[in-house]
């Protein structure tokens, strides 16, 4: 059994690793726009796509309905690939205009309504709290399977893992999403920072469906012969194809990769050049399919292994390494998820906080002093303030439902980023 000590340390040194690298990035990249590694990091950071919902879910969603789990990233895949050249007509609007939320480019359609931006706002914020709640039970169901029934606790008191890493995740979104009122202004170190997540994610769900074929199993071919004797396994991934919930799913991930704040905000606003787009066409539909490269094999393996219900199906991941005593692979799982989930929190809560800031704070500020253009290092001030307490807000709105959701009965994570 891991002890919780040592998911404490671990999750501490991780983020500590995180906000390091972004520290150094935001002083030593930010004079290096376009050039180098920019269009490799800026496809990584397209990337936080891939949340806890990617990590966990999809396993879990595997295992209730088969394929259809693909749907999710059938959408991207298709825009990226095949509809980059919008993307790019996007990218040029949002740029002559100095837009910097999904708010700001909606409302210019609209002869910049503010009435619109708040409308857009508003709504944005409703439906992530659901996705923000998804990434915080993630969390706390993976910190639940490595402990056990043994409650996380530092110095004899009991720590509720939801809110810990909610303030953390808060407190790293403040340090590096607001160090700079111009909201046009890149986030270099923030930017870095996902794409590493990135990479750790993919490299940790890799890892884990690896060892569980060819360790746990021996191997692709007797993997194949125990799904193929499994009645359960055969008769979920054998079962017909739902036409009209794949076109629904993939017409919603296909508009909600640009639409979702954080997708807005990392492809739009971060973008420096055209041609970050172009590398991206490929290279993101390339690490869509890598990181659901297992989750089929992931899903069968635990029908076949831990069917008993003691493991959810959406901790798998975690729960294979487990159930064969492998600690490097369990905690490297964990790491994944957790990279998952603080990607999404961080960039969701920036762009939220963006978007509030200047849909809903500016004209109320605007509207309450008329000499608000003498006061300009006054309202600085004001507007990282707002920013930096909407993050707070958002992220612990997010746990007030993640609370409401824990209250009743159980629900899968592919079902509440779906209600999202």
């Known amino acids: 059994m891991i002890e919780g000590w040592a998911v404490i340390l671990l999750a501490l040194a991780y983020v500590s690793g995180l906000f ?243 997708q807005f905000h990392v492809t739009v606003v971060e973008n420096n050049s055209e041609t970050e787009v172009r590398r991206a066409a490929w290279l993101f539909p390339v690490y869509l399919v890598l990181i659901n490269l297992f989750v089929v094999p992931i899903a069968a393996a635990g029908l076949m292994t831990l069917s008993d219900g003691v493991v959810p199906a959406d901790m798998y991941v975690l729960g294979l390494p487990i159930a064969v005593g492998s600690e490097p692979v369990t905690l490297f799982a964990f790491v994944g998820g957790l990279s998952a989930a603080t990607a999404m929190v961080i960039v969701e809560s920036v762009a939220l906080a963006i978007m509030v800031c200047n849909g809903l704070a500016v004209p109320l500020l605007l509207r309450g002093r008329a000499d608000a253009a003498r006061g300009q290092i006054d309202m600085a001030w004001r507007l990282l303030v707002v920013r930096r307490a909407a993050i707070f807000a958002i992220i612990l709105l997010g746990y007030l439902f993640y609370l409401l959701v824990e209250s009743g009965r159980p629900h899968a994570l592919a079902s509440i980023g779906l209600v999202s």
């Open 20 to 262: 390091t690298l972004a520290w150094y990035a935001d002083r030593t990249f930010r004079a290096r726009k376009g050039g180098g590694g920019r269009p490799v990091i800026y496809a990584l950071s397209l990337a936080v796509y891939c949340t806890s919902w990617t990590f966990f879910g999809s396993v879990g969603f595997a295992t209730a309905t088969g394929y259809a789990f693909f749907a999710v990233y059938l959408g991207p895949i298709l825009l990226f690939a095949l509809g980059w050249p919008l993307l790019v007509r996007i990218v040029r609007l949002a740029k002559s205009q100095n837009i910097t939320s999904i708010a700001d480019f909606l409302a210019a359609r609209y002869g910049k309504s503010q009435a619109v931006g708040a409308i857009v706002t508003a709504i944005a914020v409703a439906g992530s709290l659901p996705y923000i709640a998804l990434q915080l039970k993630a969390v706390s169901l993976s910190v639940t399977t490595l402990l056990g029934a043994l409650p996380l606790q530092l110095f004899s008191l009991r720590i509720d893992t939801a809110l810990v890493i909610a303030l953390a995740m808060a407190a790293f979104a403040v340090l590096f999403g607001t160090r700079h009122i111009d909201a046009t202004e890149h986030q270099e170190g923030l930017i870095v920072a996902v794409a590493a997540e990135s990479i750790v994610k993919l490299a940790a769900f890799l890892t884990v469906g690896i060892f569980v074929v060819f360790s746990v199993f021996g191997g692709i071919g007797p993997f194949l012969e125990r799904a193929a004797a499994n009645a359960e396994v055969q008769r979920l991934f054998a079962s017909e194809l739902n036409v009209g919930f794949w076109f629904t799913v993939t017409f919603l991930s296909f508009v909600c990769i640009v639409l979702l704040p954080r």
